[in-house]
């Protein structure tokens, strides 16, 4: 990435390396970015969170959102107009492969996005449509010493499996599994529009209450529509299952309970509204 970028607009890009604290050797790797950059002429920073990431569950979760959060930050505080990331093929082949393994629909399938934003700041991937050995031979043939972190080959981590399991598979070709993501990318954003649609006409606001009118539409739609009704009132999306429970509990004319939220078949729908608060014994 920083090659390419360096290629195609030398006086237009700011770098960053962010070093999570969690191996001793990012602090050597940033360094070498750091060098790197200097011999190119270009601006480079090394941003670490603070508090430092405790290592335990979740932990490339939670190491992920903190690297974001810093380089839109730091974006913002150097006047850049967007983040730029160096993911490609390979990378998304194992997004598909990890997230079809739990159960996934259509946006989790969608992989990781060509652009996207977080907070506020505009994120984009240009390199998803190459992969991984093409992107290794440019840096050899610029003469860069590419960094090795251990942890992509870390069987703990689930995307290390996954990276295995792709290589020794003869028949799992990443770049086919990245444009089946891209397809599935595009299929989410036309669901995402047509809800945006579909949600003026069928959701009824009343309140702190919202009906929606089920009739004659396809699960798909009942799962955003009821996420969608969810979120307007301050709940967060339910897993996948614990969705289809309560639309299969609401067509057959029972109700249900999703964290502070209850559902229930009215006449008009089903309406949707903050569950009654528990009654405790004395």
């Known amino acids: ?4 970028a360096h290629g195609a607009m030398p006086e237009r890009i700011a770098c960053a390396t962010v070093d999570h604290g969690l ?22 920073a090394t941003l670490r969170p603070e508090p430092p990431l405790a290592r335990g569950a979740n932990v490339q979760a939670r ?3 903190a690297r974001y959060d810093l380089l839109a930050d730091h974006a913002r505080g150097t006047g850049c107009a967007a983040i730029l990331t160096g993911h490609h093929a390979d990378d998304q082949a194992e997004t598909l492969l990890m997230r079809a393994s739990r159960g996934s629909g259509v946006d989790g399938l969608a992989g990781v996005r060509a652009a996207g ?4 700041m505009p994120l984009l991937r240009p390199l998803l449509g190459w992969r991984r050995a093409e992107l290794a031979a440019i840096v050899e043939a610029a003469g860069l ?32 599994l990245a444009r089946s993501a891209g397809a599935l990318a595009d299929a989410s954003e036309a669901l995402r529009w047509s809800l945006d649609r579909l949600a003026a006409e069928r959701i009824t606001v009343d309140g702190n209450a919202r009906t929606i009118d089920p009739a004659g539409l396809p699960r798909e739609y009942l799962r955003r529509l009821l996420v969608r009704a969810l979120a307007e009132l301050g709940e967060e999306a339910p897993r996948g299952p ?26 008009a729908g ?4 903050a569950a009654p608060p528990r009654r405790h014994p004395h």
């Open 63 to 65: 190491a992920r959102a």
């Open 1 to 4: 990435m920083l090659a390419l």
């Open 270 to 273: 089903w309406r949707v509204a």
């Open 242 to 267: 614990a969705l289809d429970r309560l639309i299969a509990a609401l067509e057959a004319g029972g109700s249900g309970t999703l964290g502070g939220v209850k559902a229930e078949r009215a006449r």
């Open 23 to 44: 191996r001793a050797e990012a602090a050597d790797e940033a360094a070498m970015v750091a060098r790197l950059c200097a011999g190119l002429g270009l601006p480079h």
């Open 145 to 176: 010493d590419p960094a090795d972190d251990p942890a992509n080959r870390d069987p703990a981590h689930d995307r290390s499996r996954f990276r295995a399991l792709i290589a020794a598979s003869g028949d799992l070709d990443p770049a086919g």
């Open 117 to 120: 934003d977080w907070a506020g």
